[in-house]
């Protein structure tokens, strides 16, 4: 984790590579209304966009939720307001990732997964470690 | 080449507006306070159909850089039909402009309703850019209307 | 030539003092003055000095737009016995200093906007407008509140008023309402009697079942044509008795005026109290129509008034002004499912609530679930369903009146059942207006309805049950509720004739289909198109204190035109130069009004007289658009006002 | 009819029976599936960030590929169908990731998203159409009530996959009627079932994958059908257990009477 960042350039990078436009949002709250893994995340996809807005980026990048977002995009779908709160979610998570050994998942980490899994671990479709591999690592 | 004393390009911009929509629009975005080129005049006229194939010729014979229309939406216009028929002539008018060596972005036609201040601001500075871009524009200009005036 | 500083508006960014020195040596310009502000009463004095002192034949006023102040300008001329229509205005403030930041550069552009309303002046001709006489009848499209209050007060004023409603009864979305927010006073007790009074009043006629089919003409002599739906009965026999409703065997068809939660017959009276009280056959749902056998109305009605052979009836009439008075609906909530309205019927609008609600609405009064009749336990309300949204299936604007209805309806099943628990989901409570916020806080506060702000993210049928998903924003927690009824607020949208109506007055309309009004402050219930006045909800969302308002305000402003016996037209109608005219009649085909017919004419060409067929145009139908100039190809027609040689002399000297 | 198709990777190792099926009932039906020749992982995860170009090629590619040879693209896994749908829409929309793919890509002439992506349900649905299916259809799956689960990538978000209503979708429901089964509709068949987090976070997929199950139990589903490979593996191993899981080709079919050893010999 970046000890030093320069919030208001990293809010202005996030919100540019996640396509989002923040100062739509009416604060309406229906993305954490629609969010079906909100019980797990310590900042719901409301506070996203709002911090972004703020240029709050420090706590954003240590919140657990952006392990937790499933991209299922029903906060995308639902908004009112066409902000896409899953795009931003996503784009904190890759400046988490995007510095060097970063990688929430990593091969050598894989055996203790499929470990977990014993017999069941052949089952795993190449589809799962694809998208794991995409959302985790750089 | 008119230039001002910054030594930036001025060119000359005849805006045609029909009186209910998009002159409307223009002093919308006037009481808005949203800024576009003062290089830009604008000609009140009651409807976009007003607007003569004419004029326009007349404005780049007479040194325009560019010419832009702008009237109600489609099936919004105040008197039924009339930017329609106007749709069609221009249609008609740039293709010849543009044979003529005038190029397509010199002239445009704009639909802007009366709430749309922010829209005419917009396409007013676009094209205003579009217009600078291309530089001056002489190819049917008549010299000796230039020369009378001094 | 006279500059105006506006205060500071024009003098802050455009050099006064330069505009009025550049002009004063143009061509035609005797004085060239400036001062503070033209629209004075004080300087259209000194207008009328300078008129006056110099023999002044045209002035030219550099203020703000000619859509502001041009009848004023005009008015000073007149009263300084010039002719008003040699008043030319350069529009220095809207489209000049107020857009440009940099004072040399706006005043070089007011110059410039100077002369060319100057060469525009020099090619002026006095010109006289036209009179018509006026129609002394109304026209009010829509009977719901806004339409009756609208006709009630016109016809007070002493004229006639004709209402056209499409469905079968007046009474509009008002007459579903179970209570009225903030009195709670019974909409049907407040409305019924304005029913009736219209339906009494001797200068008002009603057209129900009835719709707009064409307008022509203009302000003042408007020939409409309207559409009377045949009923299938005839309402000067019919008693109203009810039998034939009673006996008819098709009962399926969902009532519309119960929002669907009841069936109706196929003959009907919408509700009890309808006016007129005259049933009217739905052909799609009436066996008779369909297969050719029943006919059991026609036996049972003693009257004889069941007519299978009528047919629809086109009326023709004249009037002086048109009110649209169309109203609105709530959105369909097919793109809404994430709250299921689809999916169970324990997911309701708030309209088909009201019907719930209301004594005599399907359940009587009695609060139920749709599903199994059960009362309700736990009640969720979700507000903003529709409204302020930018996407495809959303409207942008605020619907104004669900946060009320809402603390309303919240209210009204705390006090009736005092054991349930109600939720209202939130984004904003929007409470402007007379002891507003004072019956929201009492829905709150002495009511106990559990306000959350959130919007709902999901509502699942399941066991019987809705489980409502949504987060409360304050606490920052995850809120689930297993709601037995969930009340959805739709966003409300102008009603779907509006938009060809809007077509039919040429009057326009917002990218909502909301009627647009001339001036958004300044003439609220005018259409920017004479003669046509705008009331209710299809102008912009409004409640009902606010509609009645309107209604009054639109009706006044009606009575005010038919008051008059002449108006005075725009004279800046199109003109035939007869001997340029070569009888083609390309004119007479682009002319949206009819304006232009063509007449054998003694002309005299180059010496010769002869008779031609040439154009000729009605003064009184032209609105002065001017499609017959360019189509013209002789250069025959011109438009007053707006020549060929003035505007090419105004392109001149902007180019110059 | 003739199509270009994108099985994509797990078709071809875990999926196999998804894509076997898909191709049998096709060639009842009359549609011809050409499957692409090189064609490369979809990368199974869209990439939001408008700033990650190479994430988006091997999508392109196929694009590209397909509008080579004139025809429609199409999918069968939701994941590839998602990404392939999605980068199409940017190179339809998005002038700046046009220009820096084409860029990267070289195609003879410039790729403006002319390809049109179709999942297999769509073609079932407006090429062959469930009318047709109905009356192929030798062997109806009487007496079973199916559960269609969508989950997420299909239906969302709706502006770029214009699949179905999103909310309230029909096209499973259809397809499960044309074979002649009693479609159940239950509330959570649109809602996620955590897939992306089954390797890493099983606790979570468990939770959102029992509540898919038990939903579609609830409503009275004897089994469930889906699209999506990473959806079948987790409602299957982190679902209640209730109810089987099968790809809705699977159903096809056996409805349509073709023997799906046949299928996976050549599959393989």
């Not at chain 1, 890759?94 to 089952?123: C, H, M, S, Y």
């Not at chain 3, 739709?490 to 917002?510: K, V, W």
Request: hydrophobic share 35%; glycine share 8%; proline share 5%.
């Amino acid at each position: 984790m970046p000890v030093h960042v320069d919030e208001k350039k990293w809010a202005a990078d996030i919100t540019l590579s996640s396509g989002a436009n923040v100062k739509k949002c009416m604060k309406c709250g229906k993305c954490s209304g629609a969010c079906p893994n909100y019980a797990e995340m310590d900042i719901h996809p409301h506070k996203f966009v709002s911090m972004i807005n703020d240029c709050d980026v420090s706590a954003l990048l240590a919140s657990k939720s952006i392990w937790k977002c499933l991209s299922c995009f029903a906060c995308v779908e639902r908004c009112p307001r066409d902000v896409k709160p899953a795009n931003i979610i996503e784009a904190v998570r890759t400046r988490v990732l995007a510095p060097q050994g970063q990688n929430r998942l990593t091969p050598e980490g894989l055996p203790k997964f499929i470990k977990d899994l014993g017999e069941d671990a052949e089952k795993i479709p190449q589809q799962l470690l694809a998208s794991a591999f995409r959302k985790y690592s750089r | 080449m008119p230039i001002d004393e910054k030594g930036t390009f001025r060119p000359k911009i005849v805006a045609f507006c029909c009186n209910w929509c998009s002159y409307a629009g223009a002093d919308l975005a006037g009481s808005s306070r949203l800024n576009y080129p003062a290089d830009i005049k604008i000609i009140r006229v009651p409807c976009s159909c007003r607007v003569n194939p004419l004029f326009m010729l007349r404005a780049f014979q007479r040194g325009a850089d560019g010419v832009i229309m702008c009237g109600c939406h489609p099936g919004d216009c105040h008197y039924t039909s009339g930017n329609y028929f106007a749709r069609r002539r221009m249609t008609l008018l740039f293709g010849m402009l543009d044979y003529l060596g005038i190029e397509k972005g010199r002239t445009r036609v704009e639909w802007v309703s009366a709430a749309e201040g922010q829209k005419f601001a917009g396409t007013m500075n676009q094209f205003a850019e579009t217009v600078k871009s291309l530089g001056e524009c002489r190819r049917i200009e008549d010299l000796r209307c230039k020369e009378s005036v001094g | 030539m006279f500059v105006c500083w506006c205060g500071s508006n024009i003098a802050a960014t455009v050099d006064v003092e330069a505009v009025t020195e550049a002009v004063r040596t143009e061509p035609g310009v005797v004085v060239a003055t400036n001062s503070q502000y033209m629209c004075s009463e004080g300087w259209q004095s000194s207008i009328r000095n300078a008129v006056a002192e110099h023999k002044l034949t045209g002035i030219v006023v550099c203020a703000c737009s000619p859509r502001m102040h041009e009848p004023t300008f005009r008015k000073a001329a007149a009263a300084a016995g010039m002719n008003p229509y040699m008043v030319e205005i350069a529009n220095i403030r809207e489209q000049c200093s107020w857009i440009h930041k940099d004072k040399p550069e706006a005043t070089e552009k007011a110059i410039i906007l100077a002369r060319a309303a100057v060469a525009k002046l020099n090619l002026d001709k006095p010109l006289t407008a036209g009179e018509s006489p006026v129609t002394k009848r109304a026209l009010v499209i829509g009977g719901g509140i806004a339409g009756i209050q609208t006709a009630l007060d016109i016809a007070d004023a002493g004229y006639e008023v004709d209402i056209v409603e499409k469905s079968p009864t007046i009474g509009g979305k008002m007459a579903m309402l179970d209570k009225t927010f903030p009195t709670l006073d019974c909409s049907a007790c407040i409305l019924t009697p304005k029913m009736v009074d219209a339906a009494a009043a001797e200068k008002i006629s009603l057209y129900t079942y009835s719709e707009v089919e064409s307008v022509k003409g203009f302000v003042g002599n408007f020939t409409v044509e309207i559409r009377k739906h045949a009923r299938s009965v005839n309402s000067e026999l019919c008693t109203g008795c009810g039998v034939c409703m009673e006996k008819c065997p098709s009962k399926k068809t969902k009532s519309e005026f119960n929002q669907g939660l009841s069936n109706r017959s196929a003959i009907y009276i919408p509700f009890a109290q309808a006016i007129p009280n005259v049933p009217v056959i739905d052909r799609e749902a009436c066996i008779k129509f369909q297969t050719g056998k029943c006919g059991v109305c026609e036996k049972v009605c003693t009257a004889k008034a069941v007519d299978y052979e009528q047919q629809d009836e086109i009326v023709t009439k004249q009037y002086g002004a048109i009110v649209a008075a169309t109203g609105f609906n709530p959105i369909k909530l097919d793109n809404f499912d994430e709250f299921a309205y689809s999916q169970s019927p324990d997911v309701i609008t708030s309209l088909e609530f009201e019907r719930l609600c209301n004594a005599a609405g399907p359940t009587k009064g009695h609060v139920v679930r749709p599903s199994d009749h059960e009362e309700p336990k736990t009640i969720v309300f979700v507000q903003c369903v529709g409204s302020r949204s930018t996407v495809d299936c959303g409207k942008t604007y605020c619907s104004k009146i669900c946060c009320m209805y809402t603390a309303k309806h919240a209210m009204l099943l705390r006090e009736k059942y005092p054991g349930t628990e109600v939720y209202v989901f939130y984004i904003d409570v929007r409470t402007p207006g007379k002891s507003f916020d004072e019956f929201y806080r009492r829905a709150v506060e002495e009511y106990n309805v559990h306000y959350v702000k959130g919007m709902v993210g999901k509502v699942a049928p399941e066991d019987g049950h809705l489980r409502v998903q949504a987060s409360d924003l304050i606490a920052d927690k995850q809120i689930i509720i297993d709601a037995d009824l969930v009340v959805l607020a739709p966003a409300i949208e102008p009603d779907p004739s509006a938009r060809a109506l809007g077509t039919m007055l040429t009057a326009s309309m917002d990218t909502n289909d909301f009627f647009t009004e001339a001036h958004p402050k300044l003439r609220p219930v005018e259409s920017p198109t004479a003669g046509i006045f705008l009331s209710g909800v299809c102008q912009g969302p409004k409640d009902i204190p606010d509609t009645v308002a309107q209604a009054g305000a639109a009706a006044s402003k009606v009575i005010g035109l038919l008051s008059k016996d002449k108006l005075i037209g725009n004279p800046c109608v199109a003109e035939c130069n007869e001997p340029l005219c070569n009888g083609c009649s390309a004119c007479e085909l682009v002319c949206p009004y009819g304006a232009i017919t063509y007449e054998e004419k003694p002309v005299f060409d180059h010496g010769v007289r002869e008779t031609r067929r040439v154009a000729s145009v009605n003064e009184a139908l032209c609105q002065g658009c001017g499609a017959c100039t360019v189509t013209c190809p002789s250069g025959a027609m011109d438009l007053k006002g707006f020549t060929n040689l003035q505007i090419m002399a105004e392109v001149d000297a902007i180019c110059r | 009819m003739k199509f270009s198709y994108f099985p994509g990777c797990t078709l071809k190792t875990k999926a196999k029976e998804l894509d076997s099926a898909a191709r049998g009932a096709a060639e009842v039906l009359g549609v011809e599936i050409e499957e692409l020749d090189e064609w490369q992982c979809c990368g199974a995860v869209y990439p939001l960030a408008r700033d990650e170009i190479a994430t988006r090629l091997s999508a392109a590619r196929a694009l590209i590929d397909a509008k080579r040879k004139g025809q429609d693209l199409l999918t069968l896994c939701s994941a590839c169908h998602h990404v392939i749908k999605r980068v199409n829409d940017d190179m339809k929309t998005d002038a700046d990731m046009r220009g820096k793919v084409n860029n990267y890509v070289q195609p003879e002439a410039p790729y403006e998203g002319e390809t049109r992506v179709v999942h297999y349900l769509e073609m079932l649905r407006d090429n062959v159409g469930f009318g047709e299916i109905k009356k192929l259809v030798t062997n109806p799956l009487k007496d079973r009530k199916i559960g269609a689960y969508y989950g997420c990538m299909l239906l969302r978000p709706s502006s770029v996959m214009s699949f179905d209503n999103p909310e309230n979708p029909r096209i499973i429901e259809d397809f499960i009627s044309a074979i002649g089964a009693e479609p159940v509709i239950y509330p959570y068949r649109n809602e996620c079932c955590g897939g992306y987090l089954a390797l890493e976070d099983r606790g979570i997929s468990k939770d959102m994958s029992s509540r898919v199950m038990r939903s579609a139990a609830k409503a009275g589903a004897d089994s469930i059908i889906t699209a999506c490979p990473l959806c079948l593996y987790n409602l299957n191993e982190n679902g209640t257990g209730e109810l089987p899981v099968r790809y809705f080709t699977e159903l096809l079919a056996e409805a349509l009477g073709v023997k799906s050893e046949g299928g996976l010999a050549r599959a393989c």
